[in-house]
């Protein structure tokens, strides 16, 4: 299968991305890693986050380090997680779940069964299906009880659904 790894650098920091990679490096072979950073980032913190993977510039927002991540990712399919996160030694072992172009898969974490509520670190989602849905929303909004992140998840797993989203909740998938 082949899959590329996003790394979700929200603050660019350099330690949490090079502990990313260097777990990717330890339990991966031969696959694609590159990190999305917020466009806040400086010019130096760019230079020495590229010390570790390739690194591309978004807004602010995490949907939108996700909309450029998945835009960027040239594998067929793209795994997210945030930096600072430690992948487990077999976790390719669970990507058997992915069996066709619409399947999204997303860990089950701390009982949170659905995709909307449920962690995204460790969400798989094949790159021409991405393409077919669209972008994150990337808006803020007034309502109640959900986060603006949520939220977006919610709008674009409708969206998907219209597409015809098998989501798929992975257990087992422990990013730490």
């Known amino acids: 299968m082949d899959v590329g790894y996003i790394i979700i ?16 490096k330890s339990f991966t072979q031969d696959r694609q890693i590159l990190a999305v950073v917020g466009s806040n980032v400086t010019k130096e913190d760019l230079k020495e986050l590229s010390q570790y993977c390739s690194v591309h510039k978004a807004k602010s927002t995490i949907t939108s380090l996700i909309n450029v991540g998945m835009k960027k990712i040239t594998s ?38 659905n995709f909307v509520d449920g962690s ?32 977006a998840k919610l709008f674009w797993a409708t969206d998907a659904i219209d597409h015809g989203a098998k989501f798929k909740g992975i257990v087992g998938i422990k990013i730490i």
């Open 120 to 151: 995204f670190n460790g969400v798989m989602i094949n790159r021409k299906f991405f393409s077919k849905v669209g972008n994150f929303p990337e808006i803020t909004m007034k309502k109640e009880g959900l986060s603006d992140f949520e939220m």
């Open 9 to 24: 650098c929200v603050d660019s920091n350099s330690i949490a991305l090079k502990t990313t990679v260097n777990s990717l």
């Open 76 to 113: 067929e399919w793209g795994f997210l997680l945030f930096a600072g996160s430690r992948i487990p030694m077999y976790l390719e072992n669970k990507f058997h779940f992915a069996k066709q172009e619409n399947d999204v898969l997303y860990p089950i974490v701390n009982r949170k069964c």
